[in-house]
């Protein structure tokens, strides 16, 4: 059976939903779905029934559907009118009776006076390929169950809930199929509730604020979280980890959450300025709202539901699609030694973009990104979002002749707009920015959206901008052209649909090292990166700066650092996942300095991803396979606290040899003041190794594992 009929649930509900283990049994559809499913076949598999008679279902009031191996079970529910649905995981009940509807501008809407008029079940199980990504195959394996509620009042309108329940978590969201009397609609708040079961601690950032999702991740009881972003990670138990966020973001409000009490949080939709959350016209359906379950924070990175959840690709030829690594004048002026703006330091000019060019060249990378090519950076440029020209170079830049000048070279140029949020002149001038671009070569285009105007528009995360994300990913598609975002809509896995959304930022990255006042992100940043930010998406940190005390830096005096150690700089470029990393430093600083070998080895493109330990907030090892070789990567990172870890490298092949190249902190270095120290040094390994790894104060450890031979 699909579901856990007469399986004993633990939940504040209604008793034992009987009437659905009837309706079930009467179902040779679902019987059908269920028993094939549960042959845990690859194959593609769908089988759709909808269930209920109207006389039927007006005995109904509660439905329940479990995952594929009944781990996680949704109760539905319709009392009062109203509905609810709550989660049950192993034997907890992880999420309580917690309210689902929505409320319309004017006289209509799915709050109250809701019967359940239909429910329909499928099972689908299904693996798919990405074109690039953190693992290669992602088993889609689901039980679905939607439910079609009608108000019961005049114009009986309908809205459908659906159900995806896997093996690590749920989704769910809202259709509101066409039908007499919806039409165009606006919603004006939606009535998700995330009910946990105690007032856990959470990590989140906060939402609504200037900064968008750049703050510091904080860890507090449900209760204090206040506004947060998605994802919010909970650490319900030593075994019990929960991530809520959202899948197929695409035409909606970004959900973000309000904390109402004692482990109680409530969707809130970023508005429009007119006060309205969603502007819709039916067949309309909301995002999926998720809630992913494991047993480890692993298991919340490696569980692939966000994905799941999105469309399959729209791009049928992939082949121009490709992750890679990139360097770029960019960092210099973060050190604010150039300038974006023209005059005596403008950094975007032809002569130092030629050395950009040499330098990738000469080692390998794909990519050079130029930031302040283009005019318009005079003057403020945050206020600036109407002046910019995507398009006209500044006069000693010249565009045309280095685009030339990289591509004999095998390099490309990576192009960027940063809009200062002038949407409408970005808007204006997008279908000739991208052309001029895919006219000269370039691949991949880095956007930004740095607004310091912010009460002039619309919200960075309202519908207008994600509406806006999404025509700027599609026009890029048309153009065969990757995206970079900087201050981003946040990533709910849209790359799915469009393989060409590469990498976002969404977060505080390198950049707060060069200028935070505060001095910088603190050690344990990226021990909880992975757990949270990560958990959305790949993440444009631009690691790998190797002058971690800003030595090159002129600003005067200098107010931050990298606060890691250089073996923790490397680590970082496997514990944080992204399709296009870059080596962020001045390039001078990498020449001639051996750990850059592992900047230039390690890949950005995994056959396999596996989580080897990981504590929220102090410390996380992460292994992942090369997609072109039989390589394997691993990178460990720790907090301002020393680590010592075993490693069982079982992970690796039966029967074959291999080398560890291993970088090391010094057994001297620590983050703070001896952060430059490091240890080169190679040793066979095969998959009975264990390795003992040791990490330094605010240190990590970065390890290629390259076959050569096999066992004898
Ligand atoms: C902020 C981005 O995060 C950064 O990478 C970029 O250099 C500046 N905006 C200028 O566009």
């Known amino acids: ?23 079930t049994n009467l179902s040779p559809f679902v019987m059908k779905a269920s028993s094939l499913a549960a042959h845990g076949s690859v194959l593609f598999l769908v089988s759709m029934a909808w269930v209920a008679s109207p006389t039927i279902a007006q005995q109904i009031d ?61 099972t689908v199980d299904e693996t798919w390929r990405q074109p690039w990504g953190e693992v290669r195959d992602i088993r889609n ?19 459908r809930i659906v159900f995806r329940v896997y093996d690590d978590g749920v989704g769910f969201r809202y259709e509101w199929p066409e039908q007499d009397g919806l039409g165009d609609f606006v919603i004006m708040d939606e009535l998700t509730e995330f009910a946990l079961d105690a007032d856990h601690d959470a990590w989140w950032i906060p939402a609504y604020r200037v900064h968008r999702y750049e703050y510091l991740y904080r860890r507090s009881p449900i209760s204090d979280v206040g506004s947060v972003h998605t994802p919010v990670t909970i650490e319900a138990d030593d075994d019990l980890y929960v ?38 016209t039916a067949p309309f359906v909301s995002p999926w709202r998720t809630i992913q379950l494991a047993t480890s924070p692993g298991g919340l990175v490696t569980s692939y539901l966000i994905l799941n959840l999105n469309e399959p690709s729209r791009i049928l030829d992939t082949s121009w699609i490709r992750p890679g690594k990139y360097v770029g004048i ?78 004999r070279r095998n390099v490309a140029i990576i192009g960027h707009h940063e809009t200062a949020f002038g949407i409408d002149n970005y808007e204006r001038q997008l279908e000739d920015a991208f052309e001029l671009y895919s006219r000269l070569g370039v691949k991949a285009v880095k956007t930004g959206y740095v607004d310091n105007n912010v009460h002039r528009h619309e919200l960075h995360h309202g519908q207008y901008m994600v509406r ?116 962020a430093d001045l390039v001078e600083n990498y020449e001639g300095h051996p750990a850059f070998k592992f900047i230039v080895d390690v890949p ?3 056959e396999e991803t596996v989580v080897l330990n990981g504590k929220i907030g102090d410390y996380v090892t992460v292994a992942r396979k090369d997609r072109g070789s039989g390589d394997w990567y691993v990178g460990s990172v720790t907090d301002e606290f020393a680590r010592q870890f075993d ?66």
């Open 1 to 23: 059976m699909a579901v856990a009929c007469g399986r004993s649930i633990h939940s504040a509900f209604v008793n034992l939903p009987r009437s659905f283990c009837l309706i």
């Open 62 to 122: 509660h439905v329940m559907v479990s995952s594929p191996d009944e781990e996680v079970v949704v109760v539905f529910l319709v009392s009062g009118g109203r509905a609810f649905y709550n989660v049950v995981f192993g034997d907890e009940e992880v999420i309580e009776p917690s309210r689902l509807g929505v409320r319309l501008q004017g006289p209509r809407g799915f709050e109250d006076g809701l019967e359940i008029r239909d429910v329909g079940r499928r």
């Open 141 to 159: 394996h689901f039980n679905e169950l939607a439910v079609d509620l009608v108000t019961a009042a005049e114009p009986f309108l309908t809205m």
């Open 243 to 280: 991530s809520i966020h959202e899948a197929a973001l695409t035409d909606y409000a970004s959900m973000t959450l309000q904390s109402t009490g004692p482990g109680k949080l409530e969707a809130d939709l970023v508005p429009w300025s007119d006060g309205t959350k969603v502007k819709a």
């Open 330 to 407: 960019w960092w210099g002026m973060h050190l604010d030694n150039w300038t974006w703006e023209s005059g005596p330091r403008h950094g975007a000019t032809t002569e130092n973009t030629k050395r950009y060019i040499d330098f990738a060249s000469k080692h390998g990378f794909d990519g050079v990104l130029v930031e302040g090519w283009n005019i318009g950076w005079d003057g403020d440029w945050t206020r600036n979002g109407e002046e910019f020209s995507f398009t006209r170079p500044y006069p000693d830049f010249d565009l045309e002749g280095l685009a030339e000048y990289a591509a």
């Open 468 to 583: 806006h994300f999404r025509r700027v990913v599609e026009s890029a598609a048309r153009h065969r052209i990757m995206v970079n975002v900087h201050e981003p809509i946040k990533d709910t896995g849209i790359r799915r649909t469009w393989p060409n959304m590469m990498t976002r930022e969404g977060a505080r990255g390198m950049e707060y090292n060069a200028w935070a006042t505060e001095g910088g992100n603190p050690p344990e940043h990226e021990t909880i990166l992975p757990f949270t930010r990560g958990l959305s998406g790949p993440f444009d940190f631009t690691p790998g700066v190797f002058d971690l005390t800003l030595e090159s830096s002129t600003r005067d005096p200098l107010v931050s650092r990298v606060n890691t150690t250089l073996a923790k700089a490397l680590a970082n470029y496997v514990v944080i996942y992204s399709p296009l990393h870059m080596a």
């Open 604 to 606: 950005t493109d995994w």
């Open 647 to 712: 490693v069982p490298l079982s992970f690796l092949e039966e029967g074959v040899a291999y080398v560890a190249e291993i970088y090391a902190d010094a057994f001297s270095a620590d983050w703070d003041t001896r952060p430059l120290e490091i240890t080169i040094t190679e040793r066979p390994v095969t998959r009975d190794t264990v390795l003992e790894v040791r990490l330094v104060p605010g240190g990590g450890q970065a390890i290629r594992i390259r076959p050569n031979g096999s066992v004898n």
